[in-house]
């Protein structure tokens, strides 16, 4: 199956895993405008293609990003000046919403994503690594919230998503002061599920993960993450009464008859995209 092309960006497809390379590696993979619209056209072609059932996300060089592309900040007045002050705010207002919405389509993919982070992960990258199922590191990698450095507030998904994935306390901190997050306190304020000992062996073992994942019921790991992410923003009693009319739609499938017929001649199931 061929794959779309991209400026900033490589995706390949393997044996059911989706691999999506940020590829600038000359500017430590900083996100552009280009950057940003194809991470999300990306992800939408992993959501509709059947054959792709994960994702991983990583970088291409020494790092995996260096955040948002100070040359693309530089130059976001004269894409959004008006004649009115007041349509001058909208057009920025806007601007940060389809950012934000890039990053989300990682959220609204059916698939889950695995980001495999090594290097540097600052600033806007951080921001795109809490919209990812999984996040692993290699040990050298570090993790900062950079904007309060540069005199903003983060506005594109970190303060939103990060306190839900570790303490309240500590997102504070690292968002008030920016301070560097290096891979082992990074797994153990539980930012990152696995440290890896090189980039090398982060791709393998994020690899074989995303393996295991595609060999599962598609259906049921698309579900899986459909009820996960409805849970993280409802109450219980709206994620039981969600997970009984999903599957009272989609429990009676081929694959529940597969996955139970291999299981009794003890055989490894195949499941359709």
Known sequence: MSTPTFETLTLTLADHIATVRLNRPDKANA?????????RQAFQWIDTTPEARV?????????????IDLTMMMGLQAQIKSDCDGRTRENLRR????????????????????????????????DLVTCTDMRYCSAEAYFTIKEI?????????????????????????????????????????GLVNRVFDTPEALRSGVREIAATIAAKSPLSIRGTKEMIMYA??????????????WNAAMLMSTDLQAAMMAQMSKQTPQFLD
Not at 98 to 123: F, N, W, Y
Not at 152 to 161: I, S
Not at 232 to 245: C, E, F, K, M, Q
């Open 31 to 39: 996100m552009n405008l280009a950057m940003w619209h194809e991470i």
């Open 149 to 189: 450095d540069i005199g903003m507030t983060a506005d594109v998904g970190t303060l939103q998503r990060l306190p839900k994935l570790i303490s309240d306390g500590m997102a504070r901190e690292l968002a008030y002061t920016g301070r560097k997050v290096l891979a082992a306190e990074a797994k153990e304020i």
């Open 232 to 245: 993280r923003d409802h109450s219980v009693a709206d994620g039981l009464n969600y997970i009984a009319t």
């Open 95 to 126: 601007m940060i919403l389809d950012l934000q919405d890039t990053l989300s389509s990682m959220e609204r993919c059916r698939k889950p994503v695995l980001a495999a982070i090594h290097g540097a992960c600052v600033g806007g990258g951080v």
């Open 55 to 67: 994702a991983i996300i990583e970088g291409e060089g020494k790092h995996f990003t260096s955040g």
